[in-house]
């Protein structure tokens, strides 16, 4: 890994930006299924979520592009092949075409609950072993969005 040069310790480092590589991986696998969620949303449901859905997948672009920059700024470079992201995220591919959709916001509330579940690790990492403020807010950040939107969805569904 090549030195950092924002003061951090690049030892304390390195296992930070291979949990940041693990989090854009899975984001890129959650990526795609809310595109295939948008396209494939039919029924009453259909202008609600067909919104929604890209919304929120207009928000991971965001968050993905945030989280390789931040691994490039941490002196390593972000996973940028799809059989890397798929090899390595937890959250898994499926099949959206004529999935229901109440089943298509559990699916994307599971992801959001994997999503959330690794980025209190690295927030933890981040801030006790990394002294790394920087990456402990920006992933702060993308947490608050996820639970806020996991509420929502929740609702939406009838589920508390």
């Known amino acids: 890994m090549a030195t950092n040069k924002i003061g951090l310790n690049d030892k304390k480092v390195v296992a930070l930006v291979d949990q940041l590589n693990d989090l854009l991986a899975n984001y890129q696998v959650h990526y795609q ?37 931040r691994v490039l700024t941490l002196g390593k470079s972000p996973y940028s092949t799809f059989i890397s992201y798929v090899e390595v995220a937890q959250i898994k591919e499926i099949e959206t075409e004529g999935l229901a959709p109440a089943q298509m916001v559990d699916a994307i509330l599971q992801d959001y609950k994997t999503l959330i579940d690794l980025e209190r690790e690295i927030i933890e990492n981040a801030s006790e072993n990394a002294n790394d403020e920087g990456t402990a807010d920006m992933i702060t950040g993308f947490m608050k969005f996820q639970e806020k939107t996991s509420w929502m969805l929740r609702a939406y569904n009838g589920n508390k």
């Open 33 to 69: 299924k809310l595109r295939g969620c948008h396209w494939n949303v039919r029924g009453n449901d259909f202008f609600t979520l067909h919104v929604k859905f890209e919304e929120l997948y207009n928000n991971a672009q965001l968050t993905i592009d945030e989280l390789a920059e």
